[in-house]
Every structure is written in C-alpha cells, then in structure tokens.
C-alpha cells in the first residue's frame, strides 16, 4: 500500500467511514484506489520450511494475524469458489506464546501452538496477513475472549449457502466473528463470509498490511532400500498407498 492511501485510510478510520468490500465493512479510506484487487501479494511463494515461518512470525508476533491456507478441500472450494480453503487466527500470549485459533473439519473450534499448527501446514501454499496497526487493549481483550468462548464448538459449512446461522462454525465466520466482537469491521452475514473474501476485505480496505505468500516445505522421509525386488515392490507399495490416502484425505474428508 502507498503511504498517502495509508494516512487517508487513518484519516477515514478517525472519521468513521465505512466501506463494504467482498460482505465485509470496515474503517478505511473513501478512496477508489482501494477499490483495485491487489496485486503485490499475488508473487510466487517463498519456499520455508515449517520452523523458519515460525521463527520468522515469532520474531515479531502481532495478535489478530491471519494466516489464509490454498489446500485441496473440495467442498469448501465448492462452496466459496476460491482457492483459499482456510484461515485462522494468532493470538500472543501474556507468556510470549503464540497460539493459532481454528475451527477445524472433523475436529471443530481448537488452539495449539503456532510451531504445532505449522507442521500441519507442511506442504501447504499459506498467505501471511498482519493488521496494520496494533490492537488497543479493549480490542484485544474482546478479540481474545471471542476467540476463547467458542472452544468446542462443532465445524460446519453447509450454512455458507444460505447465511443463515448453525449450530456448528466455519473458519471464515469465526474469525469475521471475532474481528467484529473488537469492532474491527462488519459483516452483514459472517456464515457467508468466507477465507477468500475475509482477506480480499481485510487487505483491500487497509485493515491488514498486503499478504506473505510462503510454500510451507514437507520433510522428505528417508528413502528405504528393499533387500529384493519382491519387498522394494511392497515399500514402493506402501508409500504410494500413503500418499493415496494423504490425498484423499485433504481433498475429500478436507483435514
């Protein structure tokens, strides 16, 4: 982002001005120039491995940052029409400690360790947004305890369709949830948000700085020699029935 559209948009933010970009409202410049997609964040990734984004995050953690994931989960890219099929949230500790908030399929609303939830995302191309400006107390204790209050919670996504709201949560609408629980934007309906439009708004209206695309690198397992060909056949069998299932399981049961 340009210094002047930066200013205008603290200037706007003082105002109250409000402007809705992707569902999403939130303080930012009345300015058409922040209505353009953008495009200095569409680079190709860094490649890091899980510890170096860590290490790389902690240097300089800041609450409310949003880490966006292009996996393969079909229903959810059916559903939202976008590559980016997740997002969470960080959260620094009164300890120092950084902890990713989530609402995962199959396993619901958790938190764990930043290092933890990296490893997940090994091999995974993840989008990096920081907010602009540091949260004041008021809106991190709002941020946080929103954020704590639907631990447990079941996941659910159907109800992306109809914006209605369910028992259970997406990602998208827990975190929309909770930026709004600070009184960071809108939305009119979170259930219809989704990782897509949440960091289109965020970006676009100046609430979040422009993204860090990274490719998170798996470690490659030691290869294993077979003694003969009949047991080099049942390895070689072995891995590729691993990576079967590996695929299926992000692409179909989405974890």
Known sequence: ??????????????????????????AAAH?????????????????????ELADSIESE?????????????????VFSASSFTHVAGLV??????????????????????????????????????????????KQR?????????????PYLVRHHLTGNRAHGIHCAEYMT?????????????????SPASLRQGAIETGLYDAAQSVFVSEIEPVAVEGQNWC????????VCTKNCWKTIRSCVLCK
């Open 31 to 51: 300015d058409s120039s922040l209505n353009a997609t953008v495009q200095h964040d569409e680079i190709t990734p860094h490649v890091v491995s899980s510890t």
């Open 92 to 137: 620094v500790g009164d300890d120092g400690e950084v902890l990713v908030y989530e609402s995962q399929n199959g396993v619901g609303v958790r938190k764990m360790p930043l290092r933890a939830y990296l490893r997940i995302q090994e091999g995974c191309d993840l989008s990096i947004c920081r907010p602009a400006r540091v949260m004041d107390v």
């Open 177 to 193: 949830d909770a930026l709004m629980s600070a009184k960071l934007l809108h939305a009119r309906k979170p259930p219809k948000v």
């Open 231 to 238: 047991d080099q056949m049942w390895l070689d069998t072995v």
């Open 1 to 26: 982002m340009r210094k002047s559209e930066f200013l205008s948009g603290v200037i706007a933010a003082s105002l109250g001005i409000v402007i809705s970009v992707g569902g999403i409202q939130t």
């Open 61 to 77: 953690p800041r609450t409310g940052t949003l880490i966006f994931t292009q996996g393969d989960c079909l229903a959810v890219k």
């Open 141 to 153: 204790v709002e941020f946080v305890e929103h954020l704590e209050s639907q631990l447990g919670r």
